[in-house]
């Protein structure tokens, strides 16, 4: 029996196992290696689609349940709570144990062979400095593979098994892997002697989904309300709406929990109180018709064109027709530049962990689609000036060295 290497990231999978002596990754969907971490639920015929095929059903606005970044979900009482999804009632649990399986089920296709056991990538925190919580992430996860059908299952820190795939380092020298993904960024410091060892890892929990949420919460929940002010029941006078629905709205992870006959009810009552009714009046519309994934798409298309132009628009003609919100790089960069500082001192305590100096960091590896930001880029340059830059495959290279370590 063979051992699949899993990189189950919170926007993004990829699988892959050892072709002689180098990794192949399995073309998990069309030919592609990587899919999208998404999954929806079809309850008019029955049937369960993922990746690109389930972000396709959200947008040609089928009738169904999608979930998107449920990693982020781990370690959290919502993975057993057991709900009605779309045709059946099922845990987050289950959820992701279908997706594992639909996994294991396409690399024996292509393959050949048999996989009862499988080496999953994981973040070095899930949760950050909750050890308990951390710990039961990885139960989450570990109870997911089982009931997708893998007798077994063991874990790598995701930056190491990156580390695997880096390129040469000098003499004496040593590489930083930096792996910002959609939930988590992490550090490892590492040598090559000649074998690569690691000296340290470390990791917090920001990500690209954090980028998104934060972006949407400045630029496009203002558009539905957010900071508008509401008319008093009894009385004379106004109030701030309260946050807990926009937050919601903007978190990849509940958007698919805040569709519910109370919200609709809430963001009515808001629509009709409000001191510009037209504002809460979208926001009802959302609830309504299920379009909350369609805005956290339309911030995450305008996040990755303000990362290569001066300015993108984020469309939101899906509430409204010729609607859409300005996304400067400026603004974007300043809006970030919080989360860009934290990762930075995440990476400057994993090179105090190995016992180094920065100055001793001789190549950063940048890994993960979020390390393709400037701003995170920009952030680790300023804190490593003498380092050499290698932009590793982003998207791979985590799969890439768990193929080879799933190989010993």
Known sequence: MARLGIDFGTSNTAAGVMAGDRPFLIPVEDGETTL???????PDRKVTLFGNAANRALIDGRE????????????????????????EKLTLIEVVARFLSMLRERAEATTGQTYDTALSGRPVQFHSTDAARNARAEDDLRAAYITAGFKDVDFMYEPEAAALTAG???????????????????????AQDPATRIIASHGVRIGGTDFDRTLSLGHVMPLLGRGAEIRNEMGPGTHTAPNAIFNDLATWEKIAFLYSPENLRLARRYAKLGVDPALFARLATVIEEETGHDLAFATERAKIAANAEPQAQIDLRIIERGLSAPLTAEAMSDALSDYAAQIAAAASETISRAQITPDQINQVVFVGGSSLMGVVSSALTTLLPAAKPQQAA????????LAMASGR
């Open 168 to 190: 040469p380092l000098d003499a004496g020298t040593y590489g930083l892997i930096v792996d910002i993904g959609g939930g988590t960024s992490d550090f490892s410091v590492f």
């Open 36 to 42: 999208p971490t998404s999954v929806f639920f079809d």
């Open 394 to 401: 982003a998207f791979t290279a985590v799969a890439d060295g």
């Open 64 to 87: 169904g349940r999608f979930m998107r970044a449920l990693k982020s979900v781990l370690g959290t009482s919502l993975m057993h709570e057991r709900r009605v999804v779309a045709h």
